[in-house]
């Protein structure tokens, strides 16, 4: 397991270290895919990329203002999500920025360090 140094206070979670086939915020971890948000983090059982539902991802998190943009964590490599889903995100006004899911996790972390208000959905990653 990897293990994140953590130099800035956080406020939220944050992600603290990879499993083989996830995520690990403090000592709970997240092994099917990972919901996360400036207020909390939950598990995204199902999770795939061919069948990503935003208006889910957003009520599953419950985000009050709506977040700037999505961080897309699409597994272990990098891939694009479906068009139709990419246009469902801008049509909601939000941005969107995909990676591989590692890449996302830690990203989150320094994306949180600036206060920015977004939401996370990373697929597993192994």
């Known amino acids: 397991m990897v293990e994140l140094r953590k130099d800035v206070e956080f406020t939220g979670p944050v992600v603290t270290g990879f499993t083989p086939q996830g995520y690990k915020i403090g000592d709970r971890r997240f ?7 400036p207020e909390q983090a939950m598990d995204w059982p199902g999770a795939r990329l061919d069948q990503l539902d935003l208006a889910g991802i957003l009520s599953s998190l419950n985000l009050s203002p709506p977040p700037e943009f999505l961080l897309l964590g699409s597994g272990p490599s990098m891939q694009q999500p479906p068009s139709s889903f990419r246009r469902e995100v801008e049509a909601a006004g939000m941005g969107l920025e995909v ?3 590692r890449a996302a996790a830690r990203t989150w972390g320094v994306l949180r360090a600036e206060e920015r208000w977004i939401v996370g959905a990373f697929l597993p990653i192994g």
């Open 31 to 37: 092994e099917q895919g990972l919901l996360i948000s």
């Open 99 to 101: 990676m591989d899911s």
